[in-house]
């Protein structure tokens, strides 16, 4: 989390009443700011540790309770660095990375990311699965997704991942179990064009369609009627090969139950008040916005209906047996523990599984039993509340 010196000016009291009706302490925001920052070091690059301290001119430090991870003072900055820029490290709180490594990702998972800007987490995902599996990012917003495009071609990690603009509640495409390097039939029995191998350069029509759509002022939020709309797909993706048919083809439940993501990482749209620099900024921007983005009851309301069909659309692209992951950078019970009991209490197939890589984290339970919390004062990382659920077979 970067994050520069902290305000201490006093928060306005309708912000506090919030704090108040959510068990949170003031000081969390309040209290000069020591939660450091931590960026993960590329798998492979451990004997260019001290390359990079020389380089960001920092001493890294280890993080005991989560692998690969370390942590520096909030305020030196890594964009600059040689190690950043030649994909080395890359900032990621150790709380998402905890959410992360609560999938129990094993070698040859099929992963779905179902709100994959802006990133970190999807390339943490893939650097655990290394060069077995496959990944789906999907997000609602392209320009973010691009940028998540972005940063898997500079970290090398794009060749088992498949990007997609799509709205999150909807989406419905299974990964591909069975990769064909043949030319593929189409249903009449002829040669139909096929997905070749990802070229960086658009074709000229498509670049071409989205100038006309920025002329426009056409929304950059994907549209929930609009087919998903493959923006990135890597060699090892199960994507070249395919014809567009084959890739969109619709699923009946029973094979989702059997083919579905082996894991599915639900890391919300929520309010961000668990961010502590997010709630800094307010300060700049004006308390009136806080008002607006954080406390407004009809957008939290709103919020948490999207968090909730979020979930379920998650869930019901899991397999049987398969492991998901629910997670968000709030500490409101309205959309953490309040949305894992609707959610629950609709889907018998659901069940919570026990963290159990959380023996030794520095967090504490949520409200619900087997849920996890993570705030600046219990964590020293970035507030995340993380739920742990499986399919059952019923």
């Known amino acids: 989390m970067d994050v520069g010196e902290t305000s201490t000016s006093p928060l306005p009291d309708a912000f506090l009443d919030f704090l108040k009706q959510n068990g949170l302490d003031p000081s969390i925001y309040t209290t000069s700011d020591s939660t450091p920052r931590y960026i993960r070091l590329k798998p492979g690059y451990e004997d260019f540790l001290e390359e990079i301290e020389a380089d960001i001119r920092c001493k890294l430090e280890r993080v005991c309770w989560l692998p690969n991870f370390y942590h520096l003072p909030p305020d030196v900055r890594i964009a600059s660095s040689k190690a950043y820029q030649e994909g080395k490290i890359y900032g990621i709180d150790a709380a998402s990375g905890a959410a992360v490594t609560a999938l129990d990702i094993s070698v040859g998972d099929h992963v779905l990311d179902l709100c994959a800007a802006p990133g970190a987490k999807l390339c943490m995902i893939l650097d655990i699965l290394g060069s077995s599996g496959s990944v789906t990012g999907v997000d609602v917003a392209k320009h973010r997704l691009a940028a998540c495009r972005t940063m898997l071609q500079k970290y090398g990690l794009g060749d088992h991942c498949r990007l997609f603009v799509a709205d999150g509640t909807g989406f419905s495409l299974l990964p591909v179990r069975v990769r064909s390097d043949s030319l593929l039939q189409s249903e009449n029995g002829e040669n139909s064009e096929v997905y070749r191998e990802w070229k960086s350069r658009r074709p000229w029509k498509e670049r071409k369609k989205e100038a006309i759509a920025r002329e426009k002022g056409v929304s950059k939020l994907f549209s929930p009627t609009q087919e998903p709309e493959l923006i990135f797909y890597g060699r090892y993706s199960g994507v070249v090969g395919l014809t567009k048919n084959e890739l969109y083809k619709k699923m009946p439940t029973t094979e989702v139950l059997q083919l579905g993501y082996d894991k599915v990482l639900v890391d919300a749209e929520c309010t961000h008040d668990g961010s502590i620099k997010h709630v800094q900024k307010f300060e700049q921007w004006g308390w009136t916005t806080l008002q607006r983005r954080v406390l407004d009851a009809e957008r939290t309301d709103d919020l948490t209906v999207l968090q909730l069909q979020l979930l379920i659309n998650g869930f019901r692209l899991l397999r049987v047996g398969g492991v998901l992951v629910y997670s968000t950078c709030s500490l409101t019970f309205a959309q953490n523990e309040d949305v894992v009991e609707r959610f629950l209490s609709a889907n018998t197939s659901a069940e919570l599984l026990e ?40």
């Open 355 to 394: 963290i159990t890589a959380a023996k030794n984290w520095p967090c504490k339970s949520g409200r619900i039993q087997k849920t996890l919390r993570f705030d600046p004062l219990t964590s020293n990382t970035s507030g995340l509340f993380v739920a742990k659920f499986t399919k059952l077979a019923i």
